[in-house]
């Protein structure tokens, strides 16, 4: 479909934003739905412009990446309550000048976990103290999972776990004790320093799910070792989909192309 007066406009902000895939997946899924919208990769320094210009242009929607998922929060007229809690938002539904801020990362980690086991009553382990544990942690808790976290730096864990409130492990002893899935959240693995993995190859004996949300390399050594021990596995490509999937339904309100939107990833990942 053509760009026309009847286009509507959706759009990620950030900084930068040329890498982003988003413009990608959401035009091969506005297109395959046959939906007169397009989506475009914003540069934004100054955030409060932009908020002021998404709604002064009538722009439909937005994702938000680093740097401005914390900033965008003081802008918006409403914030979804588990946004609210996670203290980030990545997604903008815009209606009638009135913005919402929502936070699909959650919402995609926990569908891409859920396809491997259900997640109410199960114990999780997440691996990383940084923005995407926070979104992991509060989302898995919010489906009833029991979660642990494990991290290396102690005071910035312990102060996230305090936030959640669970319990907290070095790093170290992560894989010691049995638990139904462990996800990756922290960066060890991705490239270049691909021969890293957070955890030690003994851990996989008691661990039957592993998450990496890593995705560049989308075999990370974790995913590797964790196949070869025979665990089932779920790689970052699943919650980078799922995030996308939850957004294009937030805006459309329709069932999103799955299939379409994973091949766009594959595409580069795969
Ligand atoms: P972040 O906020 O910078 O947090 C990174 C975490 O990794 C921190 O907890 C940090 O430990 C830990 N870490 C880094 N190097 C480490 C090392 N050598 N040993 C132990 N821990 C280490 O990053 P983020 O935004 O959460 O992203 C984390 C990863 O997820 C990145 O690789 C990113 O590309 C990926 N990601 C994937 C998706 C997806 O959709 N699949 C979405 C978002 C992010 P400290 O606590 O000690 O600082």
Same mark, same amino acid.
């Given at each position: +479909? ?17 890498h ?5 997946m959401h ?5 395959? #739905? ?6 475009v990769a ?14 002064? *242009? ?5 994702s938000?990446?680093?740097p401005?998922?914390?900033a ?8 979804d ?18 913005i919402?801020? *929502? ?9 891409a *976990?859920a ?5 109410a ?12 544990a ?15 976290l ?8 312990r102060k ?29 693995? +991705? ?47 699943a919650?980078? *989909?799922y ?6 339904e937030?805006w459309?309100? #329709? ?5 379409? +939107?994973?091949?766009v990833? +594959?595409k580069?990942?795969?």
């Amino acid at each position: +479909m053509g760009i026309d007066g009847a286009t509507e406009l959706y759009g990620i902000i950030g900084n930068p934003v040329a890498h982003s895939l988003s413009p990608a997946m959401h035009n091969a899924a506005f297109q395959a #739905l046959g939906l007169n919208k397009v989506y475009v990769a914003f540069p934004v320094a100054d955030v409060a412009g932009a908020m002021t210009g998404l709604r002064a *242009l009538g722009v439909k929607g937005a994702s938000v990446t680093i740097p401005h998922k914390q900033a965008v929060i003081p802008f918006l007229d409403a914030i979804d309550p588990v946004a609210a809690r996670i203290g980030a938002v990545n997604t903008l539904v815009v209606e009638e000048g009135i913005i919402r801020g *929502l936070n699909t990362d959650w919402v995609g980690a926990n569908r891409a *976990l859920a396809e491997a086991l259900p997640l109410a009553g199960k114990t999780i382990l997440v691996l990383g103290a940084g923005g995407s544990a926070r979104a992991i942690g509060f989302g898995l808790l919010e489906e009833g999972a029991r979660v642990l976290l494990a991290s290396r730096t102690p005071e910035k864990g312990r102060k996230l776990a305090s936030e959640l409130g669970i319990d907290w492990l070095p790093l170290a002893e992560a894989g010691r004790n049995p638990v139904d899935a462990v996800v990756n959240a922290t960066s060890v693995g +991705m490239a270049p320093a691909v021969d890293a993995s957070p955890l030690p190859q003994a851990a996989f004996q008691k661990v039957p799910v592993v998450m990496d949300i890593v995705y560049s390399p989308l075999t990370t050594r974790l995913l590797r070792e964790a196949r070869e021990a025979g665990c089932q596995t779920v790689d970052g490509l699943a919650m980078l *989909l799922y995030q996308g999937v939850a957004q294009f339904e937030a805006w459309t309100g #329709l069932a999103a192309p799955v299939d379409v +939107m994973r091949e766009v990833l +594959m595409k580069r990942f795969g």
